[in-house]
């Protein structure tokens, strides 16, 4: 499930193996975010509700938990280092020994109100050898781990706890939004050359760099699609929705790929009367963001410092991202490559969910694909069932 600020996304998969075979994909509108944050734990449990029961309907099959994906402009990330000495004594390194450095190199001071999120594995050092990515039966008595650790604010997990609470849903896991998306829209060779990731949702853009296999630096900016929506709503005197409609439907990222004879209806705010306006206008209004939004971006790869290092270029996820011409003028203004991002390493999808805005929540489901714990059928539905009444009686006396 994907929490986002404008919609609440989930889906199903059965997985067989290396197979992915999706079973249902359900979206709702998601009210009670503001930037990525639950503003209002009613409304937001309601929102995962409806969109959780729309998911049961299409695939009759009912939902107990799930893995979420979670995004905040709180998110930053922090790289660490650990160093441990091999236990074993003709130093095979052995799965504890891996467990051991990571535990140490997730050892980090934060202050009390953040939290670890994940810790994502650069790379393994065995006596002085880096680029391992997995140290488990080789030889050597230095073991070393670099990480980066995904750090958010405690208050905005909780809050995302309680919501899920209310309505029984178990959190299995929480993962960081922008390592979804890049599992499902980046390959393997665009992350050891160097590529940033970006991704545009209506309240948030995630901006992460992967080199070397791996996530090495992120942030999460408070602008998406719906600052776009409002000054579109705001100059065109309509409602949030008309906005949102006219910039899905006829929007573009630059006046020069306007025609200015097209006209566009515009309903008032009542809904009662209607006004006319060239599709030049809108062009106008929206190339304005586009811009602002691409220096914003840009500022912050700059920040991480790894502007020379993309030989991969950009790649843009989010349904802000799916404005018509948005790469492109992005590709134009920064004078980088930038591509938009389809969920194409999930196999088999159809055509009406692959679409960038998807990215996330397709990515959670290669994520549990390369995370599962197998437990036999029935008692994992027997436990799910126990965790269900057992939460249920802790909602009771709470
Ligand atoms: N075809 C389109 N053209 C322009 N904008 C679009 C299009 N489709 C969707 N959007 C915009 O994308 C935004 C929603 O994107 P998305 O579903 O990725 O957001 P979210 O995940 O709910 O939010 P966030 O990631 O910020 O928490 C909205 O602002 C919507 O208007
Ligand atoms: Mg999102």
């Known amino acids: 499930m994907d929490v986002g600020t404008s919609r609440i996304k989930a889906a199903m998969a059965e997985i067989y193996g290396q197979d992915l075979h999706i079973l249902g994909i359900a979206h709702v509108p998601s009210l009670g975010l503001r930037k990525g944050n639950i503003i209002d734990i009613e409304s ?11 998911l049961e309907r299409l695939t009759g099959i009912e939902i107990f938990g799930a893995t979420v994906g979670f995004s905040s402009v709180s998110i930053s990330i922090i790289s660490n280092h650990a160093v441990v000495a091999v236990g074993n004594p003709i130093y095979e390194i052995n799965e504890e020994d891996k467990q051991r450095v990571l535990q140490s190199a997730r ?23 880096d680029g391992v990515k997995d140290p488990v039966g080789m030889v050597g008595s230095r073991l070393e781990a670099e990480v980066a650790v995904v750090v958010g604010a405690v208050a905005g997990i909780q809050n995302l706890q309680r919501t899920a609470h209310r309505i029984n849903l178990r ?72 906005a949102a409609k006219i910039k899905e439907n006829h929007g573009l990222a630059s006046p020069d790929m306007a025609n200015s004879e097209i006209m566009l209806n515009v309903p008032n705010i009542q809904g009662k009367e209607t006004s006319k306006i060239s599709q030049q206008v809108v062009a106008d209004i929206i190339s304005a963001r586009v811009i602002e939004m691409s220096e914003m971006i840009m500022a912050e790869f700059e920040q991480f410092g790894c502007l020379g290092y993309m030989p991969a270029g ?53 994520y549990n694909q390369q995370n599962i714990v197998y437990t036999p059928a029935g008692n994992s539905q027997l436990n799910s069932m126990v965790e269900k009444v057992s939460s249920w009686f802790r909602d009771l006396f709470r």
């Open 171 to 242: 959190i299995n896991q929480l993962v960081y939004n922008s390592l979804l998306a890049a599992s499902a829209v980046l390959t393997p060779t665009e992350k050891e050359m160097g590529v940033g990731l970006v991704d545009i949702g209506g309240g948030t853009i995630e901006i992460s760099f992967f080199e070397n296999g791996s996530m090495i630096n992120t942030t999460v900016l408070a602008m998406g699609g719906e600052y776009i929506t409002r000054d579109l709503a705001i100059v065109l005197r309509t409602s949030m929705e008309e």
């Open 44 to 54: 937001t449990s309601k929102s995962i509700d409806n969109c959780l029961n729309e």
């Open 107 to 129: 050892n980090i001071s934060l202050p009390l109100d953040r939290t670890i999120i994940q810790t994502v594995e650069k790379q393994y050092i065995v006596d002085g050898y």
């Open 314 to 366: 950009i790649v843009l996820t989010g349904g802000g991202a799916e404005l018509a011409g948005f790469a492109k003028v992005m590709e134009e203004y920064i004078n980088i490559p930038v591509r938009l991002g389809w969920p194409e390493n999930i196999k088999g999808i159809a055509d009406e969910y692959n679409h960038p805005r998807n990215a996330a929540l397709l990515g959670g489901l290669l």
